[in-house]
């Protein structure tokens, strides 16, 4: 079985990334991106679903950690004989991709093992493993990957090794995926590799802006983004993995492997305000060829290279994480109405515009096609934040999110003197803001809801402010603030919207899931808004605390059971780090920065 989600590591090229667990077993590969099937799945199942064990006999204490301001993992083992590290990384650049593992002795004498089972097709096929002059080889189908170390061929699929480390001894293991065709490349000394892997995240690191007392979540988090990234386009991946689940044992299981248009914004400030200038501008750019075509034909994600096809399909031999099936690969959302990532779009597109990111007539045809597209649906249902599968609804926040996209239309015109209707964008403002005020407050709850009429909350509520809907100290905007405390929050943690029986008529699946964390970030951001710092701090810092022992933090977080759900590590998670420390340690960080509002009614 897994471990818990709190004792993995990743470690990642920009092209994709693996999870390494405490006991020395990488658990999930995709090779050779992110979208990729998986060569090692027991993450989602079993070791026989693929996976690659470097670790000692009789292990007493384990302890993981990255070297400073990298992504080089070092995972240190304790035995009756002695210590040993495990130093795993994957280099940057080239055609390949490449995993090394170093052992290195620390002190004693200590024996090792290293068991590498790889599997295909997410655990399915069995490769055909040959050695040739030192180096196995495992071929199935279109896929080949090499391997060096001391490892011999043990049984179909599986190959092992046993050996012993002494104090400054070092045995060295690379595994290698590359094109079909081009063989083998090895590193001409792999601990020259490491270092050069190291020196790599250490200077990117340095370029962080951030000063604040927050420096190494920020830090942390910014590598992990930055991990997420796939390098050849610029897209971001919500999550490195698939359908860990939202609640153990349950159906909420989404394959996360795909760039959300929802994030952009908060992306792109992340990045510009840490000083990553460059890692922005490849965001904007890859948002940009996303979403190119017919604005009705938009969609909420897509594939890192910019795929819309992402169709859902269930994958029946793996047995999911601690059971929880169906797994899923692909994502059936990517199909739905979502209203509110025009508002998205739209504010992205303008912040960027805002940090000295020169408009183009290409970018601003997009943008009227958009909303001309928004003028004559912004009052259709849609599927909402959620991505629910139950039916359409007016959700409030979908409302709010068109409201923004006209906003920021108009700001455009203003700022940089673009061509646009603005009259009639201005009386379709103040039009929809009237509708949202009136449909989506509920006076009897005072608190906006989570769609017209309804009475159920909705965590996504807390963003009117910081989209600069309405002013942060607004009477309805603390109402909402104060009914959802009373009614999503569980032991400070808050759950995405109102859980009761009734209310998964909205979401079309089975109860339950855990807390979401980002909306606890949201939560934060509202008091920082409203000036509370102090009430904001206490919110950050207890979400901080949730970290594993190398910083990394999943979708959701378990409040009964104390553990980490959903997937992992999960990029808006991340990004809500960066956003909420820049917040509190100035008066314009990035949820500032959205909720500057020009307009008052």
Same mark, same amino acid.
């Given at each position: 079985m897994a471990l818990p989600?709190?004792?993995? +590591?990743?470690?990642?090229d920009t092209r994709t990334a693996a999870l390494i667990g405490?006991?020395?077993?990488?658990?999930?590969?995709?090779?050779?991106? %992110? #979208?990729?099937? !998986?060569?090692?799945?027991?993450?989602?199942?079993?070791?026989?679903?693929?996976?690659?064990?470097?670790a000692p006999h009789g292990v007493r204490k384990t302890s993981q950690r990255y070297r400073a301001d990298s992504l080089v993992l070092e995972t240190e083992f304790h035995t009756d004989g002695g210590v040993v590290k495990v130093v795993d990384c994957m280099p940057i650049g080239g055609n390949a991709v490449d995993v090394i593992r170093r052992v290195e002795g620390v002190s004693g004498r200590v024996r090792m093992q290293s068991e590498l089972r790889l599997r295909f097709d997410f655990g399915r096929t069995e490769p055909w493993l040959r050695q040739e002059e030192g180096v196995s080889v495992a071929i199935a189908g279109p896929s080949t990957v090499y391997l060096t170390g001391p490892m011999q061929i043990a049984e179909s699929g599986l190959m092992r090794a046993d050996f012993v480390v002494e104090a400054g001894e070092s045995v060295d293991f690379h595994l290698a995926w590359g094109p079909a065709g081009t063989g083998f490349l090895p590193f001409e000394d792999l601990a020259e590799a490491i270092e050069e892997t190291d020196a790599y995240w250490r200077a990117w690191a340095s370029r962080c802006a951030y000063e604040g007392e927050y420096r190494?979540?920020?830090?942390?988090?910014?590598?992990?983004?930055? !991990?997420?990234?796939? +390098?050849?386009?610029?897209?971001?991946?919500? +999550?490195?993995?698939?359908s860990l689940p939202e609640q153990l044992g349950g159906v909420r299981n989404w394959d996360y492997r795909f760039c959300w248009v929802r994030d952009a914004t908060f992306t792109l400030l992340a990045f510009l305000d840490a000083g990553y200038t460059e890692e922005a501008f490849a965001w904007r750019e890859w948002l940009l060829r996303a979403v190119a075509g017919r604005p009705e034909q938009m969609q909420i994600?897509?594939?890192?290279?910019?795929?819309?096809?992402?169709?859902?399909?269930?994958?029946?031999?793996?047995?999911?994480?601690?059971?929880?099936?169906?797994?899923?690969?692909?994502?059936?959302?990517?199909?739905?109405?979502?209203?509110?990532?025009?508002?998205?779009?739209? #504010?992205?597109? %303008?912040? +960027?515009?805002?940090?000295?990111?020169?408009?183009?007539?290409?970018?601003?045809?997009?943008?009227?096609?958009?909303?001309? %597209?928004?003028?004559?649906?912004?009052?259709?249902?849609?599927?909402?934040?959620?991505?629910?599968?139950?039916?359409?609804?007016?959700?409030?926040?979908?409302?709010?999110?068109?409201?923004? &996209?006209?906003?920021?239309?108009?700001? &455009?015109?203003?700022?940089?003197?673009?061509?646009?209707?603005?009259?009639?964008?201005?009386?379709?403002?103040?039009?929809?803001?009237?509708?949202?005020?009136?449909?989506g407050f509920n006076t009897e709850l005072n608190s906006f809801t989570q769609y017209y009429g309804g009475k159920d909350l909705d965590a996504a509520l807390l963003l009117i402010p910081a989209v600069g809907f309405l002013p942060p100290d607004d009477p309805r905007v603390l109402g909402t603030i104060a009914a959802i405390e009373r009614e999503l929050v569980r032991d400070g943690f808050v759950l995405r919207y109102s859980q009761h029986d009734a209310a998964q008529d909205v979401d079309g699946l089975p109860p339950g899931e855990g807390a979401f964390l980002p909306c606890a970030f949201w939560l934060a951001d509202a008091y920082i808004l409203r000036g509370d710092l102090e009430r904001g701090r206490d919110i950050f810092e207890r979400l901080l605390a949730l970290r594993n022992d190398v910083g990394l933090l999943s979708e959701e977080y378990d409040v009964a059971r104390g553990r980490l759900v959903g997937n992992f590590p999960q990029a808006l998670t991340h990004l809500q780090i960066v956003a909420t420390a820049f917040s509190l340690a100035a008066a314009h960080g990035p949820t500032q920065q959205r909720s500057q509002r020009r307009h008052h009614r």
């Open positions: 989600l709190e004792e993995y +590591a990743l470690i990642g405490r006991d020395g077993s990488i658990d999930w590969l995709c090779l050779p991106r %992110f #979208d990729s099937d !998986a060569c090692f799945a027991a993450l989602l199942g079993r070791p026989k679903h693929g996976r690659w064990l470097v190494e979540a920020v830090v942390r988090s910014l590598l992990t983004l930055k !991990a997420l990234t796939y +390098a050849p386009t610029g897209g971001i991946v919500a +999550a490195p993995t698939t994600m897509y594939g890192i290279d910019g795929q819309r096809r992402l169709s859902e399909v269930t994958v029946g031999w793996l047995p999911g994480y601690e059971n929880s099936t169906p797994v899923r690969l692909g994502n059936a959302a990517s199909e739905q109405f979502q209203l509110d990532i025009y508002g998205e779009l739209m #504010d992205t597109l %303008f912040h +960027a515009v805002e940090h000295g990111v020169a408009p183009t007539d290409d970018a601003w045809h997009l943008q009227r096609e958009l909303m001309e %597209f928004v003028e004559k649906h912004w009052d259709d249902p849609d599927e909402g934040i959620w991505e629910v599968r139950g039916p359409r609804r007016d959700f409030t926040h979908s409302k709010v999110m068109a409201w923004v &996209a006209v906003d920021r239309a108009i700001r &455009a015109v203003e700022r940089s003197h673009l061509d646009g209707p603005v009259e009639r964008w201005r009386r379709l403002r103040d039009q929809i803001f009237d509708e949202v005020c009136a449909k």
